[in-house]
């Protein structure tokens, strides 16, 4: 079972550089997310989407940038990275619903910006 | 606003000892509750989550989780903490299709 998938594993990208962050799911969920972690702050919400077509912004949306155009993908886009980008990034799907359904999650994107 | 609070942010017990996570909420209606835990490395495993009914719930690898609404919290236990159980632990409360996390507490288990 391949769940949440991110690719990626690891990148080291330089100030002002742009990248894309995969993130693809084969468990057909309509709920896609992605967030970010820093040492103590736990989890922060970037994005999420409902459905393709649909996205909306999460807690921490600056400098990000988000698409879904089918069920399965859910790119997270850094358009001019900085160096408060770096962190670890983590793809998330749930099949949504009330009290939302416990969210799976990919084994995440370290990136670093030098 | 909806909140989760983890009072410990790192926590060391001995292995064959018991183990108790704090985690209190702050949510206006009923809760949606969830713990999770992250090995180094990997991504976010659930343990257990709480919807409604039977006030402790059981999850994965031993470990339980008893909700109190009267105290505003949803404590994670294990009566007996195997070496294997060093990670990162994580309280999440959910509202609407959203997860809200606290910081983790970081579980150390000394030989």
């Known amino acids: 079972n391949a769940g949440v998938t991110q690719t990626p594993k690891f990148r080291i990208l330089k100030i002002g550089q742009s990248m894309t962050l995969q993130c693809t799911q084969d468990m057909n969920h309509n709920y896609m997310y992605w967030y970010r972690q820093d040492p103590g702050m736990g989890l922060k919400l970037i994005y999420y989407s409902v459905g393709a077509g649909i996205t909306d912004k999460g807690e921490v949306p600056n400098g990000y940038n988000v698409s879904r155009s089918t069920t399965e993908d859910f790119p997270l886009r850094l358009e001019l990275a900085a160096p408060s980008q770096t962190s670890v990034y983590f793809c998330a799907s749930s099949p949504g619903g009330e009290g939302n359904q416990p969210q799976h999650f990919g084994d995440g994107t370290r990136l670093s910006i030098l | ?111």
Do not use: M
């Not at chain 2, 909700?67 to 070496?83: A, C, E, G, M, T």
């Open chain 2, 1 to 111: 606003a909806q909140s989760v609070t983890q009072p410990d942010i790192h926590i060391t017990v001995s292995e064959g000892a018991s183990l108790e996570l704090r985690c209190n909420y702050s949510y206006g209606a009923t809760p949606y509750l969830f713990w999770y835990v992250q090995s180094p490395g990997q991504g976010l495993q659930l343990l257990l989550k709480y919807f409604s009914g039977d006030t402790l719930v059981q999850g994965i690898k031993g470990f339980e989780a008893e909700f109190k609404r009267s105290q505003s919290s949803f404590n994670l236990r294990k009566p007996s903490v195997h070496w294997s159980d060093a990670a990162e632990y994580f309280c999440a409360v959910a509202y609407g299709n959203k997860l809200v996390f606290g910081a983790g507490t970081i579980l150390r288990v000394k030989s």
